[in-house]
């Protein structure tokens, strides 16, 4: 061997590397907080948690204009560039808001699952959550869990085993929730809901179970029950959503059974003012939501019942 090559083959130590101590080596490889631009943090991928601009989100940002965000987000590299938020929305949010241009964030390499898992139990800590987010968040760990069940990975294949082996995912799902099994499951059935009725749900419009029972429903079966709901200004009870279903899976069920079930006299129900929609509906804009139009009826209704109280005064 010549020596230029028996040179080339010994590799030596630097002197960073000499004088570099164990601990300083360890040191290099814990996370580090890094303040990251917020136009460089994208949101997690189908993310299920809304976040609003409500009364306690600016209570946040003006936390945030005071304090700066005290607890780092979590993102992960994305390969072509950037970073993806796992834990953190809100707090960018505020940031936005305050007029923040980073955010401290902590960045660790994370995997899809593992990422999505972190993402839904972060949220899950909120106290107010709606029966979408749960229903979407558990939908999403649980799919993440089966997935790493049948291929752990190298680093957690003995933590895997431990937590599944003779679990099924829903099972620790329900126990690391507080949940049932059949609860989570329940949950789940709402994602198969038409956004339309699934926001009512959320609205407290429609209840949690007859919700469970609608989801049943094919895609054009609830867009009926939906139409007849707008319609007829009615939500289904249980009993008449497990009559819905039922008709549905025997396929006798369509827009004029939905509408025979909806209308029919509930007990103890109060004799309810209805107005036909034609008759109305042309007086409000296009873009208005049935809330907005109920709420201009009801600010209509005290101007004239106000006028109708001043000219009784007059007299």
């Not at 230029?4 to 814990?30: M, P």
């Not at 907080?33 to 989100?57: G, T, W």
């Not at 749900?201 to 469970?212: G, W």
């Not at 036909?276 to 019942?305: A, C, G, H, M």
Request: negative net charge; contains cysteine.
């Amino acid at each position: 061997m010549a020596k230029n090559d028996v040179r080339n083959s010994i590799k030596l130590t630097s002197v960073d590397e000499l004088f570099t101590t164990e601990e300083n080596r360890a040191d290099s490889q814990r996370e580090k907080v890094l303040d990251i631009p917020l136009s460089e943090i994208s949101d997690f991928s189908n993310h299920p948690f809304k976040v609003k601009a409500d009364e306690a989100m600016l209570e946040m940002a003006d936390s945030v204009t005071q304090y700066g965000v005290l607890v780092p987000g979590l993102v992960r590299p994305k390969v072509d560039g950037g970073y993806e938020m796992v834990a953190g929305h809100r707090r960018k949010k505020a940031s936005e808001l305050a007029g923040k241009e980073t955010m401290p964030c902590i960045v660790r390499e994370l995997d899809d699952d593992a990422a999505t898992i972190i993402m839904v139990d972060s949220n899950l800590q909120r106290e107010s959550i709606l029966p979408s987010e749960k229903a979407f968040a558990y939908k999403m760990k649980l799919e993440a869990m089966k997935r790493q069940a049948g291929r752990p990975s190298k680093e957690n294949s003995v933590q895997v085993e431990l937590d599944y082996k003779g679990q099924q995912s829903r099972d620790l799902l329900a126990k690391q929730t507080g949940e049932s099994g059949p609860q989570i499951h329940r949950y789940i059935r709402l994602t198969s809901l038409l956004p339309s009725i699934l926001e009512m749900v959320d609205e407290k419009e429609i209840a949690f179970n007859p919700a469970v029972e609608i989801s049943y429903l094919s895609e054009n079966e609830q867009q009926d029950l939906y139409n007849t709901i707008q319609s007829e200004d009615c939500t289904p009870s249980l009993s008449q959503a497990q009559r819905i279903k039922k008709f549905s899976q025997e396929g006798r069920l369509n827009a004029d059974v939905i509408y025979s079930i909806l209308t029919e006299e509930k007990p103890n129900q109060k004799e309810r003012f209805h107005i036909q929609r034609d008759r109305i509906d042309r007086y409000f804009p296009k873009n208005f939501t049935e809330k907005q139009k109920e709420e201009l009826v009801v600010q209509l209704l005290e101007s004239w019942y106000k006028k109708r109280q001043r000219e009784q005064q007059e007299r």
